[in-house]
């Protein structure tokens, strides 16, 4: 099984691509070369092949790196499932995941909903999306500030709020009001959560 995110990006046209794409290709890079697991086309449209496991967390993370840019935002289509045609590229190849995937990011727009996920288990997939439009009623207000946080605290789970206060030259009282005012919270139990109903599938 694998995971494939279809995405655009959300006001590109109001932003030069210098100010997303490098962060957005250095983020991509960490799972595998392009084409094979990422490629941007059509200037703000993507496709990432990535492990279904982490599939949920990447979405997130690209999300609040896009959103780290203000005005902009990210519309996702998720499909956990198989791989079974291998193309040049992520683009061309096929299965299920590739499919599920498509269809979702199709449907997002009608649905005016910008992250969902198809795992071809229904009452997991309901569960699931009720979970994030909830989730995504805070997620689409993050402010620029709210977005960097949930990123690095996402790329270092690890690290203490003494680390993260280092980092961004701020006082660790400020990085406990930001991870508190970006519901972190609730995203870490939605991961979770993500993470129990994957196994079954």
Same mark, same amino acid.
């Given at each position: 099984?694998?995971?494939?995110?279809?995405?655009?990006?959300?006001?590109? #046209?109001?932003?030069?691509?210098? #100010?997303?794409?490098? +962060?957005?290709?250095?983020?991509?890079?960490?799972?595998?070369? /392009?084409?094979?697991?990422?490629?941007?086309?059509?200037?703000?449209?993507?496709?990432?092949?990535?492990?279904? /496991?982490?599939?949920?967390?990447?979405?997130?993370?690209?999300?609040?790196?896009?959103?780290?840019?203000?005005?902009?935002?990210?519309?996702?289509?998720?499909?956990?499932?198989? #791989?079974?045609?291998?193309?040049?590229?992520?683009?061309?190849?096929?299965?299920?995941?590739?499919?599920?995937?498509?269809?979702?990011?199709?449907?997002?727009?009608?649905?005016?909903?910008?992250?969902?996920?198809?795992?071809?288990?229904?009452?997991?997939?309901?569960?699931?999306?009720?979970?994030?439009?909830? /989730?995504?009623?805070?997620?689409?207000?993050?402010?620029?500030?709210? /977005?960097?946080?949930?990123?690095?605290?996402?790329?270092?789970?690890?690290?203490?709020?003494?680390?993260?206060?280092?980092?961004?030259?701020?006082?660790?009282?400020?990085?406990?009001?930001?991870?508190?005012?970006?519901?972190? +919270?609730?995203?870490?139990?939605?991961?979770?959560?993500?993470?129990?109903?994957?196994? #079954?599938?």
């Amino acid at each position: 099984m694998i995971a494939i995110i279809t995405g655009d990006i959300i006001n590109s #046209e109001n932003h030069p691509s210098s #100010e997303w794409i490098g +962060d957005l290709k250095n983020y991509f890079a960490a799972f595998g070369p /392009a084409p094979m697991y990422w490629e941007i086309y059509r200037g703000d449209e993507f496709q990432l092949k990535v492990n279904e /496991a982490n599939a949920l967390l990447s979405a997130i993370r690209i999300k609040a790196l896009l959103k780290s840019v203000k005005g902009l935002d990210v519309r996702m289509g998720i499909g956990i499932g198989l #791989e079974t045609y291998v193309g040049t590229g992520v683009s061309e190849s096929n299965g299920t995941a590739h499919q599920r995937s498509g269809r979702k990011f199709e449907s997002l727009k009608e649905s005016k909903v910008n992250l969902s996920i198809a795992t071809g288990n229904e009452s997991h997939d309901q569960t699931l999306n009720l979970m994030l439009r909830l /989730a995504l009623d805070f997620m689409d207000g993050w402010s620029v500030v709210s /977005a960097e946080i949930v990123s690095i605290v996402l790329d270092h789970p690890n690290a203490s709020q003494k680390e993260i206060a280092k980092k961004l030259d701020i006082k660790q009282s400020a990085v406990s009001q930001r991870i508190k005012r970006a519901r972190l +919270d609730l995203i870490l139990d939605v991961l979770a959560y993500y993470q129990n109903i994957i196994k #079954e599938i």
